[in-house]
């Protein structure tokens, strides 16, 4: 319908004025999400070049990082904001050196974990620079989430898929734990291992069933180890998954 003069139609004006605005409201929407994203990416100074495109409520994500963290951060904060429903990511991440260098930082980056501890188990696998985790770890604190950070900000990691389970927290656990430790600690076998904050081998105790995993030097070590946590009051059954190396 064609609008008319201003004095042929007087009160009606409003009328014609809300049949022109939808699109322009819809323009004006998408150039303010647009800016809201950008000043969301903005706090981080790692974000700041990421490039910006809005559809409806589909945001596009392109450039390049240094991290799969900071990738995570820049969808993560992209969705945080209001009216984005979803994040569509072209992010782009430097490729590892190799996937052989990239495995021996990241099990730096686990080793050096100050709360990785004998109580705790991880394992994976990289492929292409995408890093597998899987483990289990005790509940004092968020291991889980601390561990995939510390991973997803190694250069070169192109993405983390986390199994890592957090073990329900329980004092009969706690105090299974600490007894096998103690009982290894006097042991002769372990002594040049008990002191060590990452000892090779690793005890795992979850609803009083102790699983030992990693690696032990010989028979001796290996029936030992399980030789105390068999004898350990209060242990329903334990399954030795140990690796002798000589």
């Given at each position: 319908?064609?609008?008319?003069?201003?004095?042929?139609?007087?009160?009606?004006?409003?009328?014609?004025?809300?049949?022109?605005?939808?699109?322009?409201?819809?323009?004006?929407?998408?150039?303010?999400?647009?800016?809201?994203?950008?000043?969301?990416?903005?706090?981080?100074?790692?974000?700041?070049?990421?490039?910006?495109?809005?559809?409806?409520?589909?945001?596009?994500?392109?450039?390049?990082?240094?991290?799969?963290?900071?990738?995570?951060?820049?969808?993560?904060?992209?969705?945080?904001?209001?009216?984005?429903?979803?994040?569509?990511?072209?992010?782009?991440?430097?490729?590892?050196?190799?996937?052989?260098?990239?495995?021996?930082?990241?099990?730096?980056?686990?080793?050096?974990?100050?709360?990785?501890?004998?109580?705790?188990?991880?394992?994976?696998?990289?492929?292409?620079?995408?890093?597998?985790?899987?483990?289990?770890?005790?509940?004092?604190?968020?291991?889980?989430?601390?561990?995939?950070?510390?991973?997803?900000?190694?250069?070169?990691?192109?993405?983390?898929?986390?199994?890592?389970?957090?073990?329900?927290?329980?004092?009969?656990?706690?105090?299974?734990?600490?007894?096998?430790?103690?009982?290894?600690s006097r042991s002769t076998h372990f002594e040049r291992v008990s002191r060590a904050?990452?000892?090779?081998?690793?005890?795992?105790?979850?609803?009083?069933?102790?699983?030992?995993?990693?690696?032990?030097?010989?028979?001796?070590?290996?029936r030992e180890l399980e030789r105390i946590a068999r004898q350990t009051q209060g242990?329903?059954?334990?399954?030795?998954?140990?690796?002798?190396?000589?």
């Amino acid at each position: 319908m064609q609008c008319q003069s201003l004095a042929a139609i007087g009160a009606r004006l409003a009328v014609c004025a809300v049949v022109l605005a939808p699109g322009q409201i819809a323009a004006q929407s998408s150039v303010e999400l647009e800016q809201e994203v950008r000043e969301a990416l903005r706090r981080d100074r790692d974000l700041r070049r990421v490039g910006v495109a809005v559809t409806g409520s589909e945001v596009t994500l392109t450039g390049e990082l240094e991290t799969f963290w900071s990738k995570s951060e820049a969808i993560r904060r992209t969705l945080e904001v209001e009216g984005v429903e979803t994040v569509a990511s072209e992010l782009v991440i430097p490729p590892p050196e190799s996937d052989e260098a990239l495995a021996e930082a990241v099990g730096q980056a686990i080793q050096r974990y100050p709360h990785y501890s004998v109580f705790d188990y991880l394992d994976g696998g990289i492929d292409t620079g995408v890093v597998t985790l899987w483990g289990k770890v005790t509940a004092d604190r968020k291991k889980a989430d601390e561990i995939f950070e510390r991973v997803a900000k190694i250069q070169g990691v192109q993405d983390v898929r986390s199994d890592i389970q957090t073990m329900t927290p329980s004092t009969a656990d706690r105090n299974l734990r600490r007894s096998i430790f103690q009982a290894v600690s006097r042991s002769t076998h372990f002594e040049r291992v008990s002191r060590a904050r990452n000892p090779p081998f690793h005890i795992i105790v979850e609803r009083s069933v102790v699983t030992l995993v990693g690696y032990v030097q010989g028979e001796i070590e290996y029936r030992e180890l399980e030789r105390i946590a068999r004898q350990t009051q209060g242990v329903l059954r334990v399954d030795n998954q140990l690796q002798r190396v000589q």
